[in-house]
């Protein structure tokens, strides 16, 4: 069971935004950074965003990252085809002293 | 270009042990810890532990103490991680990742090994 949870699936048509949450407890998210790894069938996980909100080089601005409390959230704005791909969360657990991810959330392009 | 090279995929039986490396290439090898990640088929991403690759000190995942251990070989430029006493419900791909040590922003993957585990 997942420390973090996710919706385990979320949709969107081309061009929409999409928001994909992250809900954690005061020993990961509430007082740690969260992390977002995007992933392709097969492949291995993509950076997207850290330290909650923050854009490695070469990530579009349409995604974006926010944190409140002990929730975070993903946003995609300007749905592509080819951001069809599963999305985790993580961050750091204070209590277990591992680091945590999501369940993951399937995103599907319609 | 920065890469994680990960050896080759591995079937072995319940009880056995296994040992996967990753090695590095083209940035300061000791400036980077090194994390695995495991993937179970059709399932999440699973932290397994970390090493620095500058004093060998590790953090292992709460489930898998005593079962796992990494090293590493500096003038080889490779992390290993052992997994001891297999169980069915280790078959996973296990992946490499850089660790920048100041955060969990794991840029660099390697590429994933598959660790089957079947009678």
């Known amino acids: 069971q997942p420390v973090l949870t996710q919706p385990p699936s979320a949709s969107g048509t081309p061009g929409q935004r999409v928001t994909i949450s992250c809900s954690g407890t005061?020993?990961?998210?509430?007082?740690?950074?969260v992390y977002w790894y995007q992933q392709f069938p097969g492949r291995a996980p993509i950076l997207l965003i850290s330290?909650?909100?923050k854009r490695p080089s070469g990530v579009p601005d349409r995604f974006s990252g926010s944190k409140s409390g002990t929730s975070a959230s993903l946003a995609i704005s300007g749905l592509r085809s080819e951001d069809e791909a599963d999305y985790y969360c993580?961050?750091?657990?204070?209590?277990?002293?591992?680091?945590?991810f999501g369940g993951g959330t399937r995103l599907t392009v319609l | 270009q920065v890469q994680l090279v990960q050896s080759g995929d591995e079937m072995k039986k319940p009880g056995a042990s296994v040992i996967v490396s990753c090695k590095a290439s083209?940035?300061?090898?000791?400036?980077?810890?090194i994390v695995w990640v495991r993937q179970a088929p059709g399932q999440g991403l699973e932290w397994v532990g970390w090493?620095?690759?500058?004093?060998?000190?590790?953090n292992y995942a709460q489930k898998l103490q005593g079962r796992v251990t990494m090293t590493k070989d500096i003038s080889a430029r490779t992390v290993y991680m052992e997994l001891r006493s297999l169980r069915s419900d280790d078959t996973a791909v296990y992946f490499c990742?850089?660790?920048?040590?100041?955060?969990?922003?794991?840029?660099?993957w390697g590429h994933g090994t598959m660790v089957t585990v079947s009678s």
């Open positions: 993580a961050a750091w657990d204070d209590t277990l002293s591992d680091l945590v």
């Open positions: 083209g940035y300061t090898f000791t400036n980077y810890g």
């Open positions: 090493i620095s690759t500058y004093n060998g000190n590790t």
């Open positions: 005061t020993s990961n998210i509430g007082r740690r950074y």
């Open positions: 990742a850089r660790d920048p040590d100041d955060s969990d922003a794991y840029e660099i």
């Open positions: 330290l909650n909100n």
